[in-house]
């Protein structure tokens, strides 16, 4: 059975940082980017960051510089250090395993395994 369980949201102001945890279980990472998306209200689900398990990267043109994906394979733990947060970017932070056949990686398909997501509020 897959899980993915986020853990590390949090309350921050404007500039700081957080850094996300995702566990997972019943996942083979070489299947899957492993990514994290956000949903703020309102609005729709949209890809933050994605991570091959060659180490290969993808971010958002928005984080790019401020946010790093990264991945323990031994632990089955993904990652995301933020920094630098903006108000803007409070929302529900979702861990996704996204198949590799998808022609982008970024986007919220209905395929994708999901956590449970973890709140993310920025103030300013």
């Known amino acids: 059975q897959v899980q993915l369980v986020e853990s590390g949201g949090g309350s921050v102001q404007a500039g700081g940082s957080l850094r996300l945890s995702c566990a997972t279980t019943g996942l083979t990472y070489s299947s899957y980017y492993m990514g994290w998306f956000r949903q703020a209200p309102g609005k729709e689900r949209e890809g933050v960051a994605t991570i091959r398990s060659d180490g290969n990267t993808n971010y958002a043109d928005s984080v790019k510089g401020r946010f790093t994906v990264s991945q323990d394979n031994a632990k089955n733990t993904l990652y995301l250090q933020m920094n630098s947060l903006e108000p803007e970017e409070t929302a529900i932070y979702y861990c996704?395993?996204?198949?590799?056949?998808?022609?982008?990686?970024?986007?919220?398909?209905?395929?994708?395994?999901w956590g449970q997501g973890t709140q993310v509020t920025v103030s300013s």
């Open positions: 996704a395993a996204v198949p590799l056949t998808v022609a982008n990686p970024l986007r919220a398909y209905p395929q994708n395994y």
